[in-house]
């Protein structure tokens, strides 16, 4: 896809419409610029402008967007000066924010044309999207994978030595279902991520979760509340039963435990509301018996 963005010819009888920036590279050579990274752009603003248009400002704001975004999918341990033996991911990079250069000097400096450049911006966003989206998409989905799998492997472990070994410990044979819970709810969890973002938008890109949870963190967190309505469950403060599936017989059908886990796990995102509503009614009943 090749984005490119020519300055149309004013119509005749109007005025050249002025622009509120200047926009360029970092220049290394000039002392105002140190410091800035060259994957930066440079927004220097029209002294002889008293406001900036507010369609300006937008475009502004939504090319800065876009430049963070790029710098996520696209990092660089040493962003200060542009190497002069690039790697792929560089190259890409460059190709981007050349792009990006473009249609914003068309955008924002005189004379200015935000319209054109709005849809230029668009469409490399779209570019962006299709070349970078599955690499992004796909390698957080092989990370929260490779963690799901360890945590999910390992309690598996720990409740097969359990099964085959009751003497070691009263206590943990009887609550050894949990660790089936904590499986389930690992494999529910990655599957949640597939299911809630099908389709991804430009702006997911550069945060793939709403609460920029890391993946470790996300499954630990997860798993821990899978575990505390495990014990609602078992405690009889609320029974579920749904066919044949009945969440009082968790602790003793290892398929319950492990069907209610990966439940729980693809409807994460509903977890800790559920979770506050059974604490708030459980201390407001604690207020009213005392």
Partial sequence: MIVSVTRPEPPEGETT?????????????????KGVGWRELVFIKKENLAVVPPDQLKLKADIEMTQTVLQTIL????AELKPKTMTAMQHRYAAY???LLGLAQVGLQTPADPDS?????????????????????NGYMKVL???AAVSGALTAIIYLMLRNNPNFSQLLHAYQNLLVLWTGTMIGTWLSFGLR????AFKDLGALEDDMVEPGFRLIFTGLIAIIIAFIFASGMVNVSVGGL???SLLAHGSSALLIGMLLGVSEQALPGTLTKRA???????????
Avoid: C, H
Avoid at 75 to 78: K, V
Avoid at 128 to 136: F, Q
Avoid at 197 to 200: A, E, G, I, V
Avoid at 280 to 290: A, D, H, L
């Fill in 17 to 33: 419409r002025p622009g509120g920036y200047t926009v360029a590279l970092p220049d290394p050579n000039n002392p105002d610029d």
């Fill in 75 to 78: 990092p660089d341990e040493n």
């Fill in 97 to 99: 924010q050349t792009k």
């Fill in 117 to 137: 450049s709005r849809q230029a911006l668009e469409s490399l966003q779209m570019e962006i999207l299709v070349r970078e989206g599955p690499r992004v998409k």
């Fill in 145 to 147: 994978g490779v963690w």
């Fill in 197 to 200: 973002r099908p389709k991804l």
């Fill in 246 to 248: 009945n969440s009082a």
């Fill in 280 to 290: 708030s009614q459980f201390v407001s009943e604690i207020g009213v018996k005392g």
